[in-house]
């Protein structure tokens, strides 16, 4: 049994590193909650061990040697009273004072030339729009490497909460707004978030995934989100999906620049840049999104997206036109 369970705690701290993980920091906001954790995981192994050892003492010295025999009666001991309250108190305050600062520098201003993001939750996908930039995207999140990011949070129906572990702690996505991350990813690459307030049917399937950048390429990412969507040339399979999209209720819920300025669902001007659909649960292929158009409800359990009624010949030429859509 100690071997099963020694397997067990084994398998799940195998990777430090791993995607969603959170005992590794990319940023140093993740950094200040991540020191916490380490100091006061350092102070439940001390305790741990300490009495591990306290209760072993007292079995083997203390144990039962003749059943007749009245064991010693004590009554009261101050010394003792006065330690295993003050030892804890100190203890505590070890714990106490150091998070209470952490807490305080989690909530910095963001500084002058911080990247202004703001994240939206819905049911049940993550929005984020860079005012300063004029672009809107959903799921992905890319931020530049090394330059201060900061996400302004909201939701836009119920409360969620917005959640990348690698880069730091979660915070409540409130309808009405008043919640902030500041915070400044070190190292490129591309890290899983998950909505961590339950919001209803799919709250797991409400993913996001950041990709931190070079600069450089994020701008290069910038400058491509910048342009309008594209237009297929005409009489391709892609044009008849453009003709399918703007015939069917697809043109009410979604933007896609220069066809459409729906604000229900999520911004699809530049989909096929993205990695994933349906708010992060499935990789963008053109299998999936055909799914996805035909039944979003069937995949991805209370979707707000209808089904909607489509030829399979329409359905085909709506994944060209969206696969088209770089
Ligand atoms: Cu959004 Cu849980």
Same mark, same amino acid.
């Given at each position: 049994m100690a071997l099963a369970a020694l397997a067990l705690a084994w398998g799940g701290c195998g990777r430090f590193d791993s995607p969603a993980g959170y005992l590794?920091?990319?940023?140093e906001f993740g950094d200040?909650?991540?020191?916490?954790?380490?100091?006061?995981?350092?102070?439940?192994?001390?305790?741990?061990?300490?009495?591990?050892?306290?209760?072993?003492?007292?079995?083997?010295?203390?144990?039962?040697?003749?059943?007749?025999?009245?064991?010693?009666?004590?009554?009261?001991?101050?010394?003792?009273?006065?330690?295993?309250?003050?030892?804890?108190?100190?203890?505590?305050?070890?714990?106490?004072?150091? !998070?209470? /600062?952490? @807490?305080?520098?989690?909530?910095? #201003? =963001?500084?002058? *030339?911080?990247? +202004?993001?703001?994240?939206? %939750?819905h049911r049940w996908w993550w929005e984020f729009r860079y005012p300063d930039l004029g672009v809107t995207t959903a799921t992905d999140?890319?931020?530049?490497?090394?330059?201060?990011?900061?996400?302004?949070? !909201?939701? /836009?129906? @119920?409360?969620?909460?917005?959640? #990348? =572990?690698?880069? *730091?702690?979660? +915070?409540?996505?409130?309808? %009405?707004?008043?919640?902030?991350?500041?915070?400044?990813?070190?190292?490129?690459?591309?890290?899983?978030?998950q909505c961590a307030e339950f919001c209803g049917t799919s709250h797991a399937n409400m993913r996001d995934l950041a990709v931190v950048e070079p600069p450089a390429a994020f701008d290069a990412w910038v400058a491509r989100q910048q342009q309008p969507g594209a237009s297929p040339p005409d009489g391709s399979p892609a044009a008849a999906g453009l003709d399918v999209f703007r015939r069917n209720a697809c043109v009410g819920c979604h933007t896609i620049n220069g066809v459409s300025a729906g604000v229900v669902g999520p911004?699809?001007?530049?989909?096929?840049?993205?990695?994933?659909?349906?708010?992060?649960?499935?990789?963008?292929?053109?299998?999936?999104?055909?799914?996805?158009?035909?039944?979003?409800?069937a995949v991805k359990p209370g979707a707000l997206m209808p089904e909607i009624p489509l030829s399979d010949a329409d359905v085909q030429a709506l994944v060209a036109y969206l696969e088209s859509l770089q």
């Open positions: 590794t920091s990319r940023s200040v909650s991540l020191r916490i954790f380490h100091q006061i995981l350092g102070w439940d192994t001390a305790i741990f061990l300490l009495v591990q050892v306290l209760l072993l003492v007292a079995v083997f010295r203390f144990r039962e040697r003749d059943p007749r025999a009245l064991p010693v009666q004590i009554r009261g001991s101050a010394r003792l009273e006065l330690a295993w309250t003050v030892v804890p108190a100190v203890i505590l305050a070890f714990i106490a004072f150091p !998070t209470i /600062a952490a @807490v305080f520098r989690t909530q910095a #201003v =963001p500084p002058a *030339g911080a990247l +202004r993001v703001q994240v939206v %939750g999140l890319h931020l530049p490497a090394g330059r201060p990011a900061s996400l302004e949070i !909201t939701g /836009a129906d @119920v409360i969620h909460s917005f959640w #990348v =572990p690698q880069l *730091g702690g979660k +915070r409540d996505a409130i309808p %009405g707004g008043g919640t902030r991350i500041v915070l400044t990813a070190r190292t490129p690459g591309e890290y899983y978030g911004d699809l001007t530049h989909l096929a840049s993205r990695r994933t659909i349906a708010g992060g649960m499935l990789p963008r292929t053109p299998e999936n999104l055909a799914r996805w158009i035909r039944n979003a409800p």
